[in-house]
């Protein structure tokens, strides 16, 4: 499954493509070769063996977000390969997802997700997205961290993580909740919490 397979069945989690992105690409368009595909081995054997509510512990979410609820599961997409556990959060929702993919996969995923939170009719809007690449978690990391700015063609709040280790993904999202302070504790507070998931992937 590529990654517009799984913007497009992912909707229902956030009912817009705010955060989660909605990668169009077809095999017509720019880059449509680069988006990465799960293997269906993969995705057959891990689903068994990775519970995504045992990414994280509540305690550990509840260290980054004071009065978090605790994680439940999310099986609504879990016919799609991907396993969701979600966190609600004073004034949001955090979300962790896990799923099979190519190795390597990790920028192109991360770019997939926020292509739907940027104006497409905005020249240069992309370009304006700070991608941030973190050593020493699972094999690849990288990060995102943006306030919405529609003069800018952001158009909502992102902070998001990707994390790969071997042909497993886990990507971690929310928005205002991290985004409304400075940015560089939500760099680290995403850190913190990418590091903990690497961890048990």
Do not use: H
């Amino acid at each position: 499954m590529n990654s517009f397979t799984r913007c497009t069945v992912l909707t229902v989690l956030l009912g817009s493509c705010t955060l989660i992105g909605c990668s169009q690409n077809n095999s017509g368009s720019a880059g449509a070769g680069s988006s990465p595909a799960t293997s269906e081995q993969a995705r057959d054997t891990g689903s068994a063996a990775v519970d995504p509510c045992g990414l994280l512990t509540n305690a550990e979410v509840r260290d980054v977000f004071k009065g978090a609820a605790a994680g439940e599961r999310d099986r609504s997409v879990d016919k799609y390969g991907i396993l969701s556990c979600v966190w609600d959060i004073p004034s949001d929702r955090l979300i962790v997802q896990t799923f099979a993919a190519k190795p390597g996969a990790v920028a192109d995923e991360l770019r997939s997700r926020v292509q739907g939170s940027i104006d497409p009719m905005l020249i240069g809007a992309a370009d304006r997205i700070r991608y941030q690449s973190i050593a020493g978690i699972g094999d690849q990391a990288m990060m995102v961290v943006e306030k919405a700015n529609p003069e800018l063609g952001i158009l909502a709040d992102m902070a998001l993580l990707a994390t790969q280790r071997g042909d497993r993904m886990a990507i971690l999202f929310t928005g205002t909740s991290l985004v409304s302070g400075d940015r560089d504790s939500a760099l680290k507070a995403l850190e913190t919490l990418g590091s903990d998931i690497a961890q048990r992937l």
